[in-house]
């Protein structure tokens, strides 16, 4: 029986980012440069729904794109899709370039992590509740996303 599990929960998180990894490239991103600071020009990109994407910071584009695909696609949410944001979301602090890194910026950070611990930790609990939490962990994400669109039009004014 734990192998059975095992291997649903691989088969399960496999499929999760063959199917994202599929989403990002149809995804027309247009790439935008920005002076910061230093005289340094760094480049990030912008889809044709806002969506931002970092070439310095894969940690973010890969818990974005996770937490887009849930949202959009509506996916029963298991341990196993919990379980595999981990990577990305408690490495958002850790891997975020210097240019981004903004008081602002870091509490985000800190509020998903926040909300993705809460989430980890009740993934057990009735699926309304981990609904409840996965909606909290949007919303917490979604102040970040604002929060570094908020850095850049800064860089650009």
């Known amino acids: 029986m734990k192998i059975i599990k095992k291997f649903t929960a691989v088969l399960t998180v496999t499929g999760l980012l063959f199917m994202s990894c599929n989403n990002a490239t149809d995804t027309e991103y247009k790439t935008m440069e920005i002076k910061i600071a230093d005289g340094q020009t760094v480049e990030y990109k912008v889809?044709?729904?806002?969506?931002?994407?970092?070439?310095?910071?894969?940690?973010?584009?890969?818990?974005?794109?996770?937490?887009?695909?849930?949202?959009?696609?509506?996916?029963?949410?298991?341990?196993?899709i919990i379980e595999g944001l981990n990577n990305s979301v408690n490495n958002l602090?850790?891997?975020?370039?210097?240019?981004?890194?903004?008081?602002?910026v870091l509490e985000d950070?800190?509020?998903?992590?926040?909300?993705?611990?809460?989430?980890?930790?009740?993934r057990n609990e009735p699926a309304k509740n981990v609904k409840q939490n996965l909606e909290e962990l949007n919303e917490k994400f979604d102040d970040l996303r604002e929060e570094l669109n908020e850095t850049i039009e800064d860089y650009n004014s």
């Open 47 to 80: 889809d044709s729904e806002g969506h931002l994407a970092f070439n310095d910071w894969d940690g973010f584009n890969d818990a974005n794109r996770e937490l887009m695909e849930i949202e959009e696609r509506d996916l029963a949410v298991n341990s196993e």
């Open 93 to 104: 602090g850790n891997t975020i370039p210097a240019w981004l890194k903004t008081e602002e």
């Open 109 to 122: 950070i800190d509020d998903v992590q926040e909300e993705y611990k809460k989430l980890l930790d009740e």
